[in-house]
């Protein structure tokens, strides 16, 4: 249940971007979630529910933008999708471990006023 | 009615955001008049909506502290290693048999952590090696800055290596950063072969896979081509090591590595 404490950071790090930009209230929270950074997309909007009271983001809307992984080949010089956890180039058959995308645990944006 | 969550005394709600103790738009006099009036007032509710396009990390805060610890461990040439698996794989019985193995090679102290107790710091600390242990209550996983705070109260100038034994948990302490130089995930032969397919975020952060219990392989039925194939699939990047903490088969090996790899590091 660590998406409990992302959360918080997530909830804390908007309030404190509102508050800068001299708003007062959150109407639309939205987060960027890649496949492979082992938060459960599930878990983080529970999260959101529990943890939101009293934070300028109470009323807000909650939106998760799933980012799936995605490998690098170095030798085609190219993304390849890591479907079913398959860390293979499709073009050369050689497997990477280098990831381009997947591990995104991002703030994206915010709709304040 | 349970003491905790304060159910036994609710209190104002709200049913479409409105409390249930609103302002009537009516009043009734003693003798019976009823006047109503309104509550307009004239100015708009309606302030304009912003979007602020920010993309920043949400785990910044732990990164900033996880960079500060891989700061300092670089500095004075320490070797830090995060050591990650599910309860019971044998992290700290293989930490006992690397201290003893390490002795006179390489000075080590540990960060442990766990909910409650202290009685893997008490095992580890038969090894004569300074140990420290987090109890993190509830938390299931160890943050950057719990091992800042650890970090203060080890001799660090007189260490070549700093050994982090994390929760015992498969999920949540991949997404934390300690600011480690080596990720070391266990997956003991008496777990079956299929869990980096259930815990691919965790497996993919691995530096290092150890397999443990080697010598309990054949009584567990461990299909040990099938790990490894899994093991390959979701950290293709990984070293592999086997090794069996009880017997000592593979731990020389796995010394030696910690050896070189702190050799290498030079000091700034």
């Known amino acids: ?113 | 009615m349970c003491q905790e969550c304060g159910c036994s005394k609710p209190g104002p709600y709200t049913i479409d955001g409105r409390p249930i103790e609103s302002h009537p738009d009516y009043h009734t006099h003693a003798d019976g008049k009823v006047h109503a009036h309104a509550h307009d007032h004239d100015h708009s509710h309606a302030h304009p909506h912003r979007v602020l396009q920010l993309n920043s990390a949400i785990m910044g805060g732990n990164d900033r502290v996880a960079e500060q610890n891989r700061g300092a461990f670089k500095a004075l040439g320490l070797l830090a290693l995060n050591v990650l698996s599910s309860p019971g794989s044998g992290k700290t019985t293989l930490l006992t048999k690397t201290l003893n193995e390490l002795k006179g090679r390489l000075r080590t102290g540990v960060i442990v952590g766990d909910l409650a107790t202290d009685n893997d710091a008490a095992r580890l600390r038969t090894t004569g090696a300074p140990v420290l242990q987090i109890a993190t209550g509830t938390l299931c996983h160890l943050e950057a800055g719990m091992v800042a705070e650890a970090l203060k109260k080890l001799e660090l100038r007189q260490l070549d290596l700093v050994i982090i034994e994390n929760v015992g948990n498969l999920v949540c302490p991949a997404s934390f950063d300690l600011g480690e130089s080596l990720r070391v995930v266990l997956h003991s032969v008496t777990e079956g072969e299929d869990k980096p397919l259930k815990y691919p975020p965790m497996f993919h952060s691995a530096d290092v896979v150890i397999v443990t219990k080697t010598d309990m392989a054949v009584a567990a039925g461990f299909d040990r081509e099938l790990a490894l194939t899994n093991i390959r699939k979701t950290a293709p990047h990984a070293r592999i090591l086997e090794l069996s903490a009880k017997t000592g088969d593979g731990i020389k090996a796995w010394c030696d590595l910690l050896v070189s790899l702190q050799a290498g590091l030079a000091k700034t």
């Open chain 1, 1 to 113: 249940m660590h998406e409990f404490s992302i959360m918080q950071s997530t909830l804390d790090l908007a309030e404190h971007q509102t508050r800068m930009a001299g708003a007062t209230q959150i109407h639309r929270l939205k987060v960027r979630i890649g496949s492979l950074s082992g938060v459960v997309p599930d878990a983080l909007q529970f999260a959101f529910v529990a943890l939101k009271e009293k934070t300028l983001a109470a009323g807000a809307a909650f939106e998760i933008e799933s980012v799936p992984a995605a490998g690098w080949c170095e030798d085609c010089a190219a993304d390849f999708p890591v479907e079913g956890l398959v860390y293979e180039c499709p073009l050369c058959r050689q497997p990477s471990g280098q990831l381009r995308r997947g591990k995104e645990m991002e703030l994206a944006s915010l709709e304040i006023s």
